[in-house]
């Protein structure tokens, strides 16, 4: 297994990554109870000093859902037959949600609706109102 370059100046060493391979319930035929082409990998996220703290907290929160009990990142692939496949998938998935993550989000800039607007939404408002109390005039002499 090789290094995962997530960018020029961020490498994941291989020496971090576990990986352990198991049989696929993805396609294969006759060959998926004989290959273990299933491939899971494991990053123990709270060891490593590679990523600053603020993007750790936010690949936590970014990969909640493939964290294990012990604060590893664990990604698994059973998509493709070969088994290289499937680990290069793993590698992506990984690489994937760095970059994500060392992307801050983007603070919300609070803003506020024109005149105009709140003038055509209060005009709406009342065109509204004025047809609804025009249904209850009439009634039906049945």
């Not at 703290?53 to 009990?69: F, G, N, P, Q």
């Not at 012990?70 to 760095?98: A, F, P």
């Not at 939404?121 to 109102?129: T, V, W």
Request: hydrophobic share 30%; net charge positive; charged share 25%.
């Amino acid at each position: 297994m090789r290094d995962i370059r997530v960018h020029e100046n961020l490498v994941i060493p291989a020496t971090e990554l576990e990986v352990s391979y198991a049989r696929s319930s993805g396609p294969g035929g006759q060959n998926v109870n004989k290959v273990n082409s299933k491939v899971t990998m494991k990053w123990a996220l709270h060891e490593t000093q590679l990523l600053p703290e603020s993007v750790a907290d936010r690949l936590r929160v970014l990969a909640k859902s493939r964290l294990i009990e012990d604060g590893s990142l664990q990604v698994t692939s059973q998509v493709h037959r070969d088994q290289m496949q499937n680990l290069r998938e793993c590698m992506t998935k990984i690489q994937q949600l760095v970059l994500q993550a060392l992307n801050p989000p983007k603070a919300r800039k609070a803003t506020r609706p024109s005149a105009g607007s709140n003038r055509r939404r209060l005009e709406e408002k009342s065109k509204r109102s004025q047809t609804k109390s025009n249904r209850s005039t009439g009634g039906w002499d049945g």
